[in-house]
Each structure stands twice: as C-alpha cells, then as structure tokens.
C-alpha cells in the first residue's frame, strides 16, 4: 500500500478543528456565534487529546514501532501532532485576547480577573459567594511529592484548580497546595451592579481568596493549570461475564489513568510549573502554557447567556413535517406510506410519538430497540420503561462501550431492567452503533411490523442540534429484515441473509465496495457514472483505494466529509475526478446518505456508518436502501443542496489543507443549512394551511 496515496488520519482531524475554528474567526458573524465556535474548539481538543493522543502515547511508550497507512509510527505522529496543535492554540488565544474578548467588553460583555476591579456591591457579593458556595466544599490538597510518586495525585480530569507556593512566615519554609475548583459550581459567576454583564472565573474567585484558605501563610505565587488523562480505555475481557461490572471498572479508571497533559497560565512562576509536572510525571513536551482562560469549552456558558440577542445567529425553527398529521395515530400514518425526516429542520417528535403511543397502544406486542447514546432525561427511554411495566415484550440493545456515556447507559439499563425489559449490554469484541427500532402490532389477528431506521442516535437534545435522517416504515421487507437483524444481534446467530439491508461487521463495506466497484464497470464501458455520498468521516484504505480506481475509471465522485478525510482528491492520474467538500455551519452535519448512479437507476442509501474501519469491520452497522420514489427524491434534492452550497462548503485539496468554495460575482449564494431550512418551513405552510391550521410565527433564536 502506498503511503503517499493517504492523509494521516490525525492530522486530518485537526484541520476539521480548524474548520471550525475558521467560524469563529469570521469577523461577519455574530460574536457570540463566534464565542461559540471558539468553545467548540476547546471542546473538540479535550477529546482528541483525551481518546487519540491518549492512545497514541500508550503506544509510545509501550515501544511499537508499527506504521499507520501513511508511513507514520506512533512517535512520528505525535511530533506532527503537537506541532499542529500549538499552531492551532496560538490561533486560539489570538483570536479570543485580541478580538473576541475586546468587542465583548466594548457590547456590555466583561471578564473581571481581579476583586480589584470590582465595584462595591460586585466585591461584597464575590464575598460572600466565596464564602456560602466555595469555602464549604473546596478540598485544599496538600503537594508531597514523596507520597505522590507511590499513590498518584487525585487532582480530576478537565477539572480547572488553582496551585500555589505557601510560605511560613515563622520558619520561611515554602510549601505547595492544589485547590480543585468545586465540579458543581458554575465557571463563571454573573456579579451584580454591571451595566451589561461582568462576570469572574471561579478559578479568580479562589486565587483571590488563598489567605483565607491557608490563614496565616503568605501566598508566594498561584497559578490556575488543568490536566487531561487518558481516555483510550477498553475492556482487559471482551469476553466478561458482566459487562456492567466491568464497564464501571473502566470508568473508574479513567478517572485515575494516566496524565497527558498539563494545561497552565502563561508566566507561571517556574517552580509550580516543575511542581505539577513532577505531581503529574509530565516533561515540558506534554505542558501546555497558555495566554489565557484555561478550558476554552467553558466559554459556551457566556455564548448562551441569556439575552444579548443581536450578538447571536438568527434561529431556523424546527418544522414537524408535512408527512405527520398530529392528529392521526403514526401508526396509522405508516400504514398508509413511509415517512422520510430530516432532522432537525423537521421535529424528531414522531419518532418520540411512536414509541410513546405504542407504550400505550393495547395492541402492541413487543418493541426491540438499539440504544447508543440517549438524552439525559430521555423520554424514549420512559416510554420503553412504560411499555414494559405493561407487559410488552421490550427487548433493548444498550451499547454500554458508547465513549463518555457509559455512566448514564447503565443507570438507564437498570431503570429498565428493573421495569421488565429485557436489556443486552452490545455484542462480543464490537461496539453496536446500528440505529434501529421496531414495534410489532398485532392488527385483527395479524402481526405488522413497524421500523425506524435512522442515522443519528435516539437522543432528542442532539436531534436539535444535528442533521440526521429518519426512514419510518410499515414495509414488509424492512421488518422482516428488522427482525432478522434483531435476532442475530441478540441470539449471536449466524449472519441472515437480508431482503434489503447491509449490516457491518460482515456485509456492509462488501456491499459498498460492490457499488463502487460496478460504477467503476460501467464508467469503463462508456456509461455515465457517478457517486455522490454524505459522511462525518472517510479513512477506509480499501473505500479510498476502490474510488481511486473509480475515479481513474472516469467515475465522477463528489463527497461532501464533514471531519477526517484521509483521501487525497484532485491529484492527476489518480483522483482529478474526486471532489471532496466539507461544511461546518450552525448544525453539526451528521447525516450519512450515499447515491450510486447504477445506469439510471439511482439506488440511495442511508447510514449508521461512517466510511471507517471502525464502523465498517469493528462495529455493528446498518446500510439501509431507500426505495419509496418521494423519499429517493427528497433524498436527492438533500445531496444536491450540500453540493451546492458555497457560502460555507470547503474544498480539500490534496495536500490537506482546505479553501473556501469559490463563487463568482455572478453565481448566487448558497448555504446549504439555510436553504433546507427555507424549504422544511415552505413544506409545513403548506401542510398546515391544507389541515386549516397556522403556524406559529419566526421567532430569532434564545
């Protein structure tokens, strides 16, 4: 395999980070809109430090030398690595010290950092919130370096605290302590008396308050830092008895793995830097010194606050969809056609009814369900827990390896467990990322069959906030497939033999790569030929090899990969053919739909993968085909419009850097989100106004 052939997988990655950083950094847009993007970025960080630099390091330091399929080893990777992210933090801290923070101030929006720039009234209530809500719970660590060294320093991960150099003023003896800023308590606090908003960081209010921590000591110097510890954890016993069990192991592990980096205020005094780093057994390679707030995610809170509505972006209403009459059963509704969705310009809300009203429905027999990733006071999972305390077969499939879910997954697996259902706890050495329910009914005697199929999870927060698709049918084939599908997940069966869907680890990327394959045939033979697919991600080597081929072959290939993109299109004699587009806007773009010409015929899919070796070997998958003739078209209208786009699309280039799509004077803009928004409310006018019912009027956002 030729390595030149492949952008590294990480490095990939970053640059999607500067995609989004690039929101932020547009001066035309809302500034707390660009508060936000800046927030994500830091978010974004953590858990790529957390899962891929994590793994990265337990490589190195475990000696493997094994090559990634760009030459890489793991060392290599982790120069390049750092050097791009410090590339990307100066652009950070730039950005947020030098333009956001100064036009906040200059809109009513101010950072306080010290009780000396506080009015009166502000200082007397930081006072007394030190005070009632910070001195009762605050835990002042004390530094031993002797002890750390044997029992490890129990300072929490991505928790901001505050270290500081004590001196005795009776003996001059100098000592150090770690204050962990109190995990329930908010990271800014709002002061009163402001004409607009000021508000100080916690980890301020502490560094401002140490004499009365250490009473009788003088503070020689503080300093604010955070560490991350290793995320990459996975289960020593695939083969566990209780998967539970050892899924609480892993959590607590996590909390005491090992540190892989120090984030600390720029101009620390040197001798806490080299404190923390011996406390956290961290060399200056792994220590982070930033010019700034540490923990940029926290900055969400000041981007949501309420109020301040003209420095937000203007909202796109969520429409229910002209399919669903609120008033007629969903049964009923797919009894007559299937329902496409696209979410969340149309409601999640039928997809919520459906298992609700089955809940309730005294002819429903069982429901099974797939669970990934649920909302934190999921009403699907109330409905599942209500289905069963009736006595409905409910069978849920609860994907405990679901990465930083897993403590809420098994608090809601013993809910239901505890109601009745019969819960399983995911597939042996795979994670179970499928997207998938169906509820049977018995109607006059004969048992139908009602699916959903969907490329995002059953969480009703995130259904607002990402572009997910939902197929809802009554369609034979999809429920026997459904049920077969269920049956070798739960019953660990051999592989059926399905009517209509493609399930990974075993027949997905076969299918996919025969699809690719048979336009590549055609393209050889003269016919027209072309592939058009929406992912989050592509990094399969035999997916990039096999559209290489087909674009070598004349296949007109056009991806719109909103992260990782290992593929270098563009190149000549390999991939001028390939087009590769990524759109970062309001929306995070989740949706996998992929379009293969097929002579004219035009078969499209959606998906719960990703092109990836996870999702595609290591993980349990659905390819699901759409056939019905209205759901295909809007379907395609859907690729079409994210092709289009050229307000907020990115081409990659092949050597994975990225430029805006370019648009003469003459071209009209586009922008995808807003477009499809446009159209999701012109389809709900107009059903509503056929049910003789109007809707409710634009409102902005917050």
């Not at 630099?53 to 982790?78: A, C, V, W, Y």
């Not at 300093?223 to 050892?246: K, M, P, Q, S, Y």
């Not at 809170?301 to 209403?317: N, R, V, Y």
């Amino acid at each position: 395999m030729n390595s030149d052939l492949f952008i590294n997988r990480e490095l990939s990655w970053l640059e999607f980070n500067q995609r989004v950083l690039d929101e932020a950094l547009d001066p035309n847009a809302p500034l707390l809109e660009r508060l936000k993007f800046l927030a994500i970025t830091g978010s974004n960080l953590d858990e790529f430090f957390m899962v891929r630099i994590g793994g990265l390091m337990l490589l190195q330091e475990s000696g493997n030398r094994s090559k990634d399929f760009t030459g890489l080893t793991p060392h290599q990777q982790l120069l390049k690595i750092r050097s791009r992210v410090q590339l990307m933090l100066d652009d950070q801290y730039a950005l947020l010290n030098e333009q956001l923070l100064p036009a906040l101030e200059a809109e009513g929006i101010r950072r306080v950092t010290s009780l000396n720039d506080l009015s009166p009234a502000q200082l007397s209530h930081i006072e007394q919130y030190f005070t009632d809500a910070i001195f009762p719970i605050a835990t002042p660590l004390a530094v031993d370096l002797d002890q750390i060294s044997e029992t490890g320093f129990p300072v929490p991960d991505l928790q901001i605290a505050v270290a500081c150099e004590l001196e005795d003023p009776d003996t001059g003896e100098v000592r150090s302590a770690v204050i962990p800023a109190p995990s329930n308590a908010p990271r800014f606090i709002n002061l009163p008396d402001a004409d607009g908003l000021d508000y100080i960081a916690i980890e301020d209010v502490i560094s401002n308050s140490l004499d009365v921590l250490f009473p009788g000591e003088k503070v020689k110097a503080s300093t604010a830092f955070r560490v991350t510890r290793n995320g990459d954890i996975t289960l020593n016993d695939e083969d566990a008895l209780d998967l539970a069990d050892e899924m609480e192991a892993i959590l607590i592990a996590r909390k005491a793995s090992d540190t892989i980096r120090l984030e600390i205020q720029k101009g620390a005094a040197h001798s806490l830097v080299k404190t923390l780093q011996t406390a956290f057994g961290l060399s200056n390679r792994e220590t982070y010194k930033l010019p700034g707030l540490i923990d940029l995610k926290a900055l969400m809170q000041i981007a949501f606050t309420p109020g301040f509505d003209s420095l937000k972006a203007e909202s796109w209403p969520i429409q229910p969809s002209p399919l669903i009459d609120p008033a007629v059963p969903v049964f009923d509704t797919l009894a007559e056609r299937d329902v496409l969705l696209y979410h969340p310009y149309e409601s999640f809300d039928p997809i919520v009814r459906m298992l609700q009203e089955a809940a309730n429905d005294p002819d429903v027999l069982a429901i099974k369900q797939i669970l990934y990733r649920t909302a934190s006071d999921s009403r699907i999972v109330d409905a599942l827990i209500r289905a069963a305390e009736k006595g409905k077969q409910v069978t849920v499939l609860v994907e405990l390896k679901a990465r930083f879910d897993e403590a809420r997954n098994l608090v809601r697996s013993d809910e239901l467990q505890r109601a009745g259902a019969t819960v399983i706890y995911g597939v042996k050495g795979l994670k179970t990322h499928a997207k998938c329910c169906m509820v049977v009914r018995n109607e006059g005697g004969r048992l139908r069959r009602y699916c959903h199929f969907g490329t995002g999870n059953y969480n009703e927060s995130t259904a607002k906030l990402y572009t997910d698709v939902s197929l809802l049918t009554a369609n034979p084939e999809y429920g026997a497939d459904a049920s077969a599908f269920f049956n070798s997940v739960t019953g660990r069966s051999r592989v059926p033999k399905y009517l209509k869907i493609a399930a990974a680890p075993h027949g997905l990327k076969p299918k996919l790569l025969s699809l690719i394959a048979s336009e590549t045939e055609r393209a050889a033979q003269g016919q027209n030929a072309f592939i058009k697919a929406k992912v989050n991600s592509l990094q399969d080597p035999d997916i990039i090899e096999a559209l290489y081929k087909a674009s070598k072959a004349g296949v007109k290939v056009q991806l719109n990969v909103r992260g990782i993109s290992c593929i270098r299109p563009g190149v000549k004699g390999l991939s001028e053919n390939i087009e590769v587009v990524s759109i970062i806007d309001g929306y995070l773009e989740h949706a996998r739909v992929m379009l293969f010409h097929q002579g004219g015929q035009n078969k499209i899919f959606i998906s719960s993968a990703d092109w990836m070796v996870r999702n595609l070997e290591k993980r349990v998958e659905l390819l699901v085909p759409v056939d019905e003739k209205a759901a295909k078209k809007r379907l395609i209208r859907l690729l079409e419009v994210h092709f289009a786009d050229n307000t907020k699309a990115r081409l990659l280039k092949g050597d994975n850097t990225y430029e805006m799509v370019k648009r003469s004077s003459r071209d009209k803009a586009v922008r995808a989100q807003e477009q499809l928004a446009k159209e999701a409310r012109k389809a709900a006018k107009l059903a509503e106004r056929e049910r003789g019912m109007v809707l409710e009027p634009h409102k902005p956002k917050h």
